[in-house]
């Protein structure tokens, strides 16, 4: 696995998904955090280095996105509930210019009409719902093509 910090992605995850694994697993299921960053780090033949983070303060998120801006190969976000009220996550998306996909373990377009609208799915170089955490194994695979 590359250390270099050219090929290093951002794992970043928004608000309750520090509770992954416990809350509504019939929806999320009950894979945890650590879990996705253990099969992350598994997929190390492809020279990537990921760092995971959560957190549920909406500012943190975004200094997290600007920080990605110099030295960071992709991002992985998943932005939890933010992803439907957030123009302020749009735009640091947006204004980074590295190359960002938007992962949701859940189908949020099978849920509840106010999660069919995503405000960060317009600036994210790709998208990918439904699959639960291998969701997060697609977004990597898909980086390391970058």
């Known amino acids: 696995m590359s250390t270099s910090a050219s090929r290093r992605v951002l794992v970043l995850n928004g608000p309750n998904l520090n509770l992954l694994g416990q809350r509504e697993p019939a929806v999320y299921g009950t894979t ?33 996105l600007h920080e990605a801006r110099n030295d960071t190969h992709a991002v992985i976000l998943n932005p939890g509930g933010w992803t439907h009220t957030s123009v302020a996550l749009h735009d640091a998306v ?38 639960g955490a291998d969701g997060y194994l697609l977004a990597l695979h898909a980086a390391s093509r970058f």
């Open 94 to 131: 947006k204004a980074i210019g590295t190359p960002v996909i938007e992962v949701h373990i859940s189908n949020p377009h099978a849920r509840e009409s106010f999660r069919h609208t995503s405000f960060v799915s317009p600036v994210a170089r790709g998208v990918i719902v439904g699959f």
């Open 32 to 64: 945890t955090l650590a879990d996705i960053s253990a099969m992350l780090a598994a997929a190390g033949p492809l020279g990537l280095r990921t760092e995971l983070r959560q957190t549920n303060h909406e500012g943190q998120m975004i200094d997290w």
